[in-house]
């Protein structure tokens, strides 16, 4: 069974930094792209950043651009997602999510996390 089990949410003051990481139940080899979506309460579901897990090409919503990072580990079977600079419209649930399509649309993915909460606020 494929799990995702996200970590590293929490509550943060604006401009602050936390990185979330997800790890996969078995090697991240086995997807095509691992990256994380997020829902705050009321909006759509956004597309935050996913990476080609074969060759660490990544993507990015122009809404965290130049803030946020996206790696991986392959020895770890992790994806980590750096975060600088937060703004309280970063404020969501965060949810790790793999798959075979390489792309910020949201709603591609074959498996996703329960999601965690990351909170921005003063």
């Known amino acids: 069974q494929v799990q995702l089990v996200e970590s590293g949410g929490g509550l943060v003051q604006p401009g602050g930094s936390l990185r979330l990481s997800c790890e996969t139940s078995g090697s991240i080899l086995d997807y095509y792209a691992i990256g994380w979506f997020r829902q705050a309460p009321g909006k759509e579901r956004e597309g935050v950043s996913y990476i080609k897990t074969s060759d660490g090409e990544s993507l990015y919503a122009e809404s965290v651009k130049g803030r946020f990072t996206i790696s991986r580990d392959i020895v770890k079977d992790t994806v980590y997602l750096e975060m600088h600079n937060l703004k309280p419209e970063d404020t969501a649930v965060y949810y790790c999510?793999?798959?075979?399509?390489?792309?910020?649309?949201?709603?591609?993915?074959?498996?996703w996390g329960q999601g965690i909460q990351v909170t921005v606020s003063s």
């Open positions: 999510a793999a798959g075979r399509v390489f792309s910020l649309f949201p709603y591609n993915d074959d498996y």
